[in-house]
């Protein structure tokens, strides 16, 4: 009898050993994201109250919401190599609010970012667009003041990087300290 229960148990731990697991958690999302690196660039990740979730597949993220979410987390049994071992997919969105006005956050800006071999063709972290507003690393447009745009510039021209401090206002989002 012992011998079967040890066979059993052992049968089921190989069974196991190779599978995905798979839970539900909720997580509370930030009205803005953060700067962080990946494997040959940086790019805005999610701020999270879980810090492990900064991609949500099924999810569309809107600058100056807080959200509540449902998720799917499936940690991989065998990751892709260079991979994060544990996806997330979104469920179901709990609630979604909007931040009032003048609430201010921090994002760290870095400069210029490799994303093409030929640097003379790579626009940098930033692209400045018409009526004084920028595009931060293709995922959050602000706007600026006089006084900004050539510390800017010259930051997207450097490998540099300075925090700045944010407002959201009317839906849009400002530059007010650098």
Same mark, same amino acid.
């Given at each position: 009898?012992?011998?079967?229960?040890?066979?059993?148990?052992?049968?089921?731990?190989?069974?196991?050993?190779?599978?995905?697991?798979?839970?539900?958690?909720?997580?509370?999302?930030?009205?803005?994201?953060?700067?962080?690196?990946?494997?040959?660039?940086?790019?805005?990740?999610?701020?999270?109250?879980?810090?492990?979730?900064?991609?949500?597949?099924?999810?569309?993220?809107?600058?100056?919401?807080?959200?509540?979410?449902?998720?799917?987390?499936?940690?991989?049994?065998?990751?892709?190599?260079?991979?994060?071992?544990?996806?997330?997919?979104?469920?179901?969105?709990?609630?979604?609010?909007?931040?009032?006005?003048?609430?201010? *956050?921090?994002?760290?800006?870095?400069?210029? =970012?490799?994303?093409?071999?030929?640097?003379?063709?790579?626009?940098?972290?930033? =692209? *400045?667009?018409?009526?004084?507003?920028?595009?931060?690393?293709?995922?959050?447009?602000?706007?600026?003041?006089?006084?900004?745009?050539?510390?800017?510039?010259?930051?997207?021209?450097?490998? +540099?990087?300075?925090? +700045?401090?944010?407002?959201?206002?009317?839906?849009?989002?400002?530059?007010?300290?650098?």
């Amino acid at each position: 009898m012992r011998s079967l229960l040890l066979l059993l148990f052992v049968g089921m731990f190989i069974v196991s050993f190779g599978q995905d697991k798979v839970t539900k958690i909720t997580v509370t999302i930030e009205p803005y994201k953060y700067t962080t690196n990946g494997a040959f660039h940086a790019f805005l990740a999610l701020t999270c109250s879980n810090r492990g979730v900064d991609y949500i597949n099924g999810f569309d993220f809107e600058w100056g919401y807080s959200y509540k979410l449902k998720l799917k987390q499936t940690k991989l049994a065998q990751p892709m190599q260079d991979a994060g071992d544990t996806d997330y997919d979104l469920i179901k969105v709990i609630s979604k609010e909007a931040v009032a006005d003048s609430t201010t *956050f921090k994002i760290g800006l870095t400069g210029w =970012v490799h994303l093409s071999h030929n640097s003379e063709k790579d626009p940098g972290a930033f =692209v *400045f667009n018409t009526n004084r507003t920028c595009t931060y690393l293709d995922g959050m447009v602000f706007s600026y003041t006089d006084d900004f745009e050539e510390k800017l510039r010259t930051l997207n021209k450097t490998d +540099g990087y300075k925090k +700045g401090t944010f407002m959201f206002l009317n839906g849009e989002i400002f530059l007010i300290s650098l």
